[in-house]
């Protein structure tokens, strides 16, 4: 009986079942992100009769339409039992598997089995992968190398792992737990039989976006006709609610087909993703940085009026070519208006984005506290939002400059950095985020794209709590007097007529031109344009809970694409029986063309 006992506890063996993944679902309850049956083609490897091993998988890459070296890199990668199943092609078409079937006596070792997949969704139930890939991202196969580090996790060989946006960030939530199962195995090896349950899987959590799918479908839809209208390549809108931090929509164009990574992408199709010049793997909302140009006046402002360089109604000389203090005469640096603007004072400056009051600005306060008004902004540190691939910026100081070999920041340097030129790079969520930091009165909220848990019906049933980084450091009314000067820069018409649409709210913001790159052939340097802007109930209110900004890189125009991008989603966001889009190219509007 004893020996009875040994034999057949060596044959049976307790095995993972796994656990269904969570879902993800838009803010309304909508499935952005669900599991569905796909067809996934394995081999065993102790039944491929060596002498005819090529000619098998020649025939499996053939059906499949999948490249024979990947089909042979993945089996012979896999390093468990030769009787277990080795998934080999995933996501093929259910064409494939009813041939592959029908050879079934002709190719020994290929087992076809319905397994699930993930599949990403528009807001109409509708597979779409690009609306909302760079935010969900997208689960692939454990490699052999994670395998390695994974599996006392419970990771199993053949596992999914989350590999970008929402799947990898929060894949610990979605992933649940395995369950077990005891099955027997003939002596050498192979699976005959399950015997009983464990222990049965946990599914994982479901999860709902703060994003809204029509918004992301209408932040999409403004975008993209902005940068086909001035021919860009890359550009970013993020909308956001200032009250609370969380993301209404994040676009990222280009983007990329999630749908073609969940199903298992092929090297060519990979390979055209890593060649396009334009990154569209790369979420260029928080993976990028870039100079912020004129949005970054708002950092100079607040740090000039908390160091006492300048008061609300102090009125400045400007210039068309404020001289370097220290430099050389006739070493100056130039305002966008070539002519100046005579005295003003800062709300005015503001508004009309004078370069040469915000120089003297930044040189009267100096480098390191105009540093730490950056770093109160959040500006130059991550803003900590759940998403991987987020960059921290760079913000210009003592301390930078010693990074770079040197003792310090020059003059013109630190005049530049007060215009957001030079020596300062941030990604379009930090200063998004800054912008809703005054905004909402002066807490700097960590940005959040999950709502909290959710049930399989869509409903809410265990909300996340909103995250305040820190109040900002500085005073009430200097905070309320930048709303203002931001809502003189709609009423002043310096950001054309958005000003003339009737909104619910009073429009506020600040339009921004970044010189970047290399000169050229006229002389002059290729620049990126922004817009940022938020909605309080009435000019220098604290109230918004809408802010938005869209970033256009490279967008050598005549007019601001960002801030007609920004108008065209309003006038969808909020349906407006109006279409005061001007074209970037000669500032027509685009009802009369």
């Not at 064409?95 to 990403?120: N, T």
């Not at 395995?178 to 195995?185: D, I, N």
């Not at 199709?269 to 004129?294: F, T, V, W």
């Not at 940005?447 to 959710?454: I, N, Q």
Request: proline share 7%; net charge negative.
């Amino acid at each position: 009986d004893v020996y009875a006992a040994r034999a057949a506890a060596a044959r049976t063996a307790e095995v993972p079942i796994a656990a269904p993944r969570g879902l993800i679902l838009d803010r309304d309850g909508r499935p952005v992100a669900v599991n569905v049956p796909s067809w996934t083609v394995h081999i065993r490897p102790a039944d491929v009769p060596q002498a005819g091993r090529a000619r098998v998988l020649v025939r499996v890459a053939q059906v499949t339409g999948t490249d024979l070296a990947s089909v042979t890199d993945r089996l012979d990668a896999y390093r468990g039992s030769p009787f277990d199943l080795v998934p080999v092609v995933r996501g093929a078409t259910r064409e494939a598997a009813l041939v592959l079937g029908e050879e079934h006596e002709r190719l020994p070792g290929v087992v076809v089995e319905v397994d699930p997949i993930r599949q990403y969704l528009d807001e109409t139930g509708a597979p779409n992968g690009p609306l909302l890939a760079h935010l969900l991202g997208y689960t692939g196969p454990v490699s052999r190398d994670e395998f390695a580090e994974l599996a006392d996790d419970g990771y199993l060989r053949d596992d999914v792992i989350g590999r970008a946006g929402v799947e990898a960030a929060f894949e610990e939530d979605l992933r649940g737990e395995y369950g077990l199962e005891l099955v027997e195995r003939d002596p050498s090896g192979r699976l005959l039989k399950v015997i009983e349950t464990v222990e049965e899987p946990t599914p994982g959590r479901n999860l709902m976006l703060t994003v809204d799918a029509d918004v992301q479908r209408l932040a999409t839809q403004a975008l993209t006709w902005g940068m086909e209208v001035a021919g860009v390549s890359q550009g970013v809108t993020i909308v956001m609610n200032p009250q609370t931090g969380e993301i209404l929509a994040m676009v990222s164009l280009p983007a990329y087909d999630n749908n073609q990574f969940a199903a298992g992408i092929g090297p060519d199709e990979y390979g055209i993703y890593l060649a396009d010049p334009n990154k569209p793997l790369r979420n260029h909302a928080i993976a990028d940085i870039y100079p912020p140009g004129s949005t970054y006046k708002l950092v100079t402002a607040l740090a000039a009026l908390e160091e006492g360089v300048t008061t609300p109604a102090q009125v400045w000389p400007t210039y068309g070519c404020y001289q370097i203090p220290g430099a050389p005469e006739g070493q100056c640096l130039f305002d966008w208006n070539r002519a100046g603007f005579g005295p003003l004072a800062i709300v005015d400056a503001f508004a009309k984005s004078s370069d040469t009051f915000f120089y003297q600005m930044a040189v009267g306060v100096g480098i390191d506290p105009l540093a730490a008004w950056a770093q109160q902004l959040g500006f130059g540190a991550l803003t900590g939002i759940r998403l991987p691939g987020e960059e921290p910026g760079i913000i210009a100081s003592t301390a930078w400059a010693r990074q770079q070999g040197r003792a310090g920041v020059f003059t013109g340097e630190l005049a530049q950095a007060g215009i957001g030129q030079n020596v300062i790079a941030v990604t379009p969520l930090q200063m998004l985020n800054a912008y809703a930091a005054v905004a909402n009165g002066g807490r700097l909220m960590r940005p959040t794209v999950v709502r909290g848990e959710a049930d399989e019906a869509g409903g809410l049933v265990r909300a996340y709590e909103p995250e305040v980084i820190h109040e900002v450091a500085a005073d009430p009314a200097h905070l309320e007097l930048l709303r203002v000067a931001s809502r003189e820069v709609i009423t002043s018409g310096h950001a054309y007529n958005i000003r003339d649409l009737q909104l619910p709210g009073a429009l506020s913001g600040k339009t921004g031109t970044a010189e970047f790159g290399e000169l050229t052939p006229e002389g002059t340097l290729p620049f990126h344009s922004w817009f940022v802007a938020f909605l309080p109930s009435s000019a220098g209110a604290a109230d918004a809970e809408l802010a938005v900004i869209t970033f256009s890189y490279s967008a050598v125009v005549p007019g601001n694409v960002s801030a007609e991008v920004v108008k065209y989603f309003l006038q969808l966001h909020f349906g407006l029986d109006q279409d005061l889009r001007l074209d970037p190219n000669d500032f027509s509007l685009v009802t009369a063309n």
